[in-house]
């Protein structure tokens, strides 16, 4: 497993990528980790014990260098279930992947956390910007499980937890691979993957 350290975002059209097999998922960005951990310590007021460095520039917010106290926190904190690590809503990932629609249907199954972006159109693809009515209907009955298609999603850190636990061993090969990439995010081992 690769680890990203210290990284706290990525700038706009970062790519760490996953390519093998009938799957490829492009990170695109990466948001919210300085915000994340300004709010979990909130409940308890203790933002006197952050150890995070959070950095600005001409007055302008550029980063956060997360502090071991905060990540041992917001470890216990996500450990402790999704009503105490509930800060983690507040990292959001942007992802652009193309998998097969039989892979598609089972990740619609996480609604909580996820919003789809944008989705390559089956309709607007080439066989098809001609047809209309029943040859319509036909051509796109016809098209396969096994047909890759590409979206844009974003993800909430809390909900890649769940998707991460109750995938990591699935017999399909794309949620295999799907899990990897999350591992690869900045402090998933930490937030996510514990």
């Not at 990525?10 to 097999?21: F, H, M, Q």
């Not at 915000?35 to 979990?40: F, N, P």
């Not at 999603?153 to 090969?173: S, W």
């Amino acid at each position: 497993m690769k680890r990203l350290q210290n990284q706290s975002h990525l700038e706009v059209g970062a790519s760490k990528s996953v390519n093998r097999g009938r799957m490829k998922i492009v990170l695109r960005e990466i948001a919210g980790l300085a915000s994340a951990l300004d709010a979990m310590r909130l409940p308890m007021k203790s933002h006197d014990k952050s150890d995070s460095e959070f950095m600005y520039s001409q007055g302008k917010f550029t980063g956060v260098a997360p502090g071991k106290a905060d990540i041992l926190l917001m470890s216990k904190l996500v450990k402790a279930g999704d009503e105490h690590g509930k800060a983690l809503r507040g990292i959001i990932v942007w992802a652009d992947i193309t998998a097969p629609r039989y892979w598609w249907q089972e990740m619609d199954t996480y609604r909580m956390g996820t919003e789809g972006l944008s989705s390559e159109s089956t309709m607007h693809s080439p066989g098809m910007r001609k047809l209309s009515g029943k040859a319509l209907q036909e051509a796109k009955a016809a098209i396969t499980e096994g047909t890759e298609q590409r979206r844009y999603r974003t993800f909430g850190y809390q909900c890649l937890r769940h998707i991460y636990h109750q995938r990591r061993n699935h017999r399909l090969p794309e949620w295999k691979q799907f899990c990897e990439w999350i591992e690869g995010l900045p402090y998933a081992l930490e937030f996510v993957c514990s």
